[in-house]
């Protein structure tokens, strides 16, 4: 290390300006801590380097707990977004129940519930000679006029 003040007044003056690099701000702090820099020439320059020596200690980053940190967070809340999606799609599904009642018992199986379906289905398109409206509708009023 130099001994030389005018080197030193100008590192300070340079410092000062924002010139320095981060070696010379480290040569800079060493000098500090010198006899030579316990005068009243370098006083600004300790003031100000201790100053943010200080700040910089007061400022630290703290250590952020894992589940606090962005990476956790953002998994997890992509996470929570994928699960109540899928329940959401689980809900809008359709449910398709199959129940009828053959002889007055409930029947849930579907082979035999779609079975009895198409018999009554089949019963409803047959060809009778009630299956015009014209017929149907007279079936309909002579009902009516009978029961008088």
Not at 128 to 140: K, Q, V, W
């Amino acid at each position: 290390m130099t001994t030389n003040k005018t080197y030193w007044k100008a590192l300070e003056e340079r410092y000062f300006e924002g010139l320095t690099t981060k070696e010379e701000e480290r040569l800079l702090r060493q000098f500090l801590t010198t006899e030579m820099a316990q005068t009243e020439d370098f006083e600004e320059l300790r003031a100000v380097m201790g100053y943010l020596a200080v700040g910089k200690e007061v400022h630290k980053k703290k250590a952020v707990p894992l589940w606090r940190s962005p990476k956790v967070l953002k998994w997890s809340a992509a996470a929570c977004f994928f699960i109540l999606g899928g329940i959401g799609i689980y809900h809008l599904q359709p449910r398709t129940t199959y129940i009828a009642y053959v002889d007055g018992h409930r029947t849930t199986n579907k082979m035999e519930v779609i079975a009895q379906m198409h018999s009554v289905m089949a019963d409803i398109n047959a060809d009778t000679p009630t299956s015009t409206m014209e017929a149907s509708m007279s079936d309909l009023l002579n009902t009516l006029n009978t029961e008088e």
